[in-house]
């Protein structure tokens, strides 16, 4: 049974290149949750997706993040025109969306550098 | 706005040594509350969760925490640590009633486990 995977772990850019990261949830999960880890920070939550439908994206920069979860195929982080302090661990979450707590199940990151 | 403080940020134990981690949050409303666990190089993984109930809830690997609702913390305990346990761990809340379950993560406290 496979949990959550992100691909690719480990992405290294350019500033002013496109950075795109993919994340799968663990089948039957129909709410993913992205989260960015800054060197000795916590995870901050960037956005909350169910299939097709942004929910919450209270998180995200107003510019150059954007996010999708399309009806079919994974979901999908860009970031345009990445900039140095877009260098980060981004996590990926998936949860079933059947129970009120929605626990949600990590993916193991993207390592995004920028140089 | 909800927010999550664990005050400590390393700590430096010797096997056999207990543990208690501090972790508070502040929201008026219901919460559900976790501490996730992330081991070098893996993702992260769930200790423990707390939805309603006994506030006193165990987790995998001896460990265990405790909701104190009049003193909003979620403290998490391990009587006799050992050096596996060595890790980054993260208390996390969400507000079921707020619309959205993205997650509040603490900033994380560093636990190394000295041999």
């Known amino acids: 049974n496979a949990g959550v995977m992100q691909n690719p772990r480990h992405l290294v850019r350019r500033r002013g290149q496109e950075a795109r990261l993919r994340c799968s949830p663990m089948?039957?999960?129909?709410?993913v949750y992205w989260y960015r880890q800054l060197p000795e920070e916590g995870l901050k939550f960037m956005v909350y997706?169910?299939?097709?439908?942004?929910?919450?994206e209270s998180g995200m920069p107003k510019e150059r993040f954007s996010a999708e979860f399309p009806k079919e195929g994974p979901s999908i982080l860009r970031i345009q025109q990445v900039v140095r302090g877009d260098s980060a661990a981004y996590f990926c979450?998936?949860?079933?969306?059947?129970?009120?707590?929605?626990?949600?199940?990590f993916g193991p990151g993207t390592r995004l550098t920028v140089l | 706005a909800q927010s999550v403080s664990q005050h400590n940020h390393h700590v430096i134990l010797s096997e056999a040594a207990s543990l208690e981690l501090g972790c508070n949050y502040s929201?008026?409303?219901?919460?559900?509350l976790f501490w996730y666990v992330q081991y070098p190089g893996q993702h992260l993984q769930l200790l423990l969760k707390?939805?309603?109930?006994?506030?006193l809830v165990k987790g995998i690997k001896g460990f265990e925490a405790e909701f104190i609702k009049s003193k909003f913390s979620f403290n998490l305990r391990k009587p006799s640590v050992q050096w596996s346990d060595t890790a980054e761990y993260f208390c996390?809340?969400?507000?079921?009633?707020?619309?959205?379950?993205?997650?509040?993560f603490g900033t994380g406290t560093r636990l190394k486990v000295l041999a």
């Open positions: 979450a998936s949860s079933p969306g059947t129970s009120g707590a929605h626990e949600q199940f």
């Open positions: 089948k039957g999960h129909s709410h």
């Open positions: 997706l169910q299939k097709e439908n942004i929910i919450d």
């Open positions: 929201y008026g409303g219901t919460v559900n």
């Open positions: 707390y939805f309603s109930g006994d506030p």
């Open positions: 996390a809340v969400n507000a079921p009633d707020s619309g959205t379950y993205k997650y509040i």
